[in-house]
């Protein structure tokens, strides 16, 4: 990412040590090294997102491909993008459906009891 060699990081180093004294030294590298966590996990977040709507871009390319020719003689990997799509709405629906039995269940207990 950034072209810094050792001894560059030695003069920084000798730098800082100058500057900020050996009683503040540790708690700004501390600091820098909290700000360079924090910029690494949002481009983490960042990139996680990004390949996630891409891959969404391509089921849904994948769907219409399929909806074209009214899901007869798909090939393998279009097959597969609407398998995965199926599954993703059940797992969707499937909690829903649980609650809502739970609630039904729990009418008719209370109804029950009364």
């Known amino acids: 990412m950034f072209d810094i060699g050792f001894w560059e990081l030695l003069l920084i ?5 100058i ?13 820098v090294r909290g700000w360079i966590g924090n910029v690494r996990r949002f ?10 709507e891409l891959r969404i871009q391509e089921l849904h ?4 491909k399929a909806e074209q020719v009214n ?5 393998p990997e279009v097959a597969e ?24 269940a729990n009418t008719i207990e209370n109804k029950e009891n009364n």
């Open 71 to 75: 899901m007869e003689n798909l090939s």
């Open 61 to 64: 390319a994948n769907l219409k």
């Open 43 to 52: 481009s983490d977040s960042v990139k996680n997102e990004l390949n996630e």
């Open 81 to 104: 993008s609407v398998k995965s799509l199926k599954e993703a709405a059940e797992q969707v629906t499937k909690p829903y459906m649980k609650t809502t039995e739970t609630t039904t």
């Open 19 to 31: 500057v900020l004294g050996p009683e503040r030294l540790p708690v700004a590298i501390r600091t």
């Open 13 to 17: 180093a000798i730098i800082g040590l």
